[in-house]
């Protein structure tokens, strides 16, 4: 595993550019994880282990079927899933963005986790903070603090450093079915980081994750890249 996209996307619905991307990344137990990924997806273990993520990014360069969209916060909450055709790929439990238009369209349309939310940002020097609260009081007002410290590339990502990172497709339930939908990018350019701040206030509890007594085992960054994200498909019924 290099890193490297293993398909192209012939017709892709949208394109997009992440930047100034965190990533946090605790151990856990396969069976914490398992209830909570779609019918047909499994527990992808990375080093032997299960995986929560927490990512923040900067969403820019979006397009929507050719139309441009204004750009935004985003900070996900996701696990780490495998289908019955071996596809490996993300599980998406809490998507908070700064654009209430697009977190509605999204939840209606595909039927993500998006929920609305305050969201700040911050690069200063080697300093990147992420920080989002809920802003719908039915949404429980949830919300997490990160800070980091990016450090030197990495000239040579760990096979676990790119399996977490490296993901092309995501499983989400939908109306029913889950859906495959394939997802495109260049190879990252990661930089290990150090965390210099962490704070979750409800947003791990209310996707059904137990709290985090440990500071992340990886903490990763990278600065850029442009996705493409193709269309859904069914995944396969064996």
Same mark, same amino acid.
């Given at each position: 595993m290099d890193g490297r996209p293993p398909h192209l996307? $012939?017709?892709s619905f949208t394109g997009q550019s992440w930047r100034d991307v965190v990533f946090l990344h605790w151990r856990t137990e396969p069976e914490v994880v398992a209830p909570l990924l779609p019918p047909g997806v499994a527990p992808d273990l990375v080093d032997g282990s299960a995986w929560i993520g927490v990512i923040g990014l900067r969403m820019t360069a979006l397009s929507l079927a050719g %139309? #441009?969209?204004p750009s935004f916060l985003e900070l996900n909450v996701r696990l780490y899933g495998r289908d019955g055709d071996g596809q490996r790929g993300v599980v998406f439990r809490a998507m908070e963005a700064g654009d #209430? %238009?697009?977190?509605?369209? *999204?939840r209606a349309a595909l039927r993500l986790p998006y929920a609305w939310a305050s969201m700040r940002f911050a690069h200063a020097g080697d300093r990147v903070s992420y920080a989002t609260r809920r802003v719908l009081p039915g949404a429980g007002r949830a919300g997490v603090r990160m800070r980091v410290r990016v450090g030197e590339p990495i000239p040579r990502p760990t096979s676990a450093e790119i399996a977490l990172t490296a993901r092309w497709a995501l499983h989400q339930r939908w109306y029913g $079915?889950? +859906?495959r939908v394939p997802v495109h990018h260049p190879a990252w350019l990661l930089h290990r980081a150090g965390l210099l701040e962490w704070h979750d206030d409800? +947003?791990?509890?209310s996707c059904g994750l137990p709290p985090l007594p440990h500071p992340p085992e990886s903490v990763l960054y990278a600065p850029a890249t442009t996705v493409r994200i193709? +269309? #859904? *498909?069914? +995944? *396969?019924s064996r």
């Open positions: 996307i $012939p017709c %139309v #441009p969209y #209430p %238009v697009f977190a509605a369209a *999204s $079915p889950t +859906l409800g +947003l791990l509890a193709g +269309l #859904p *498909s069914r +995944l *396969s």
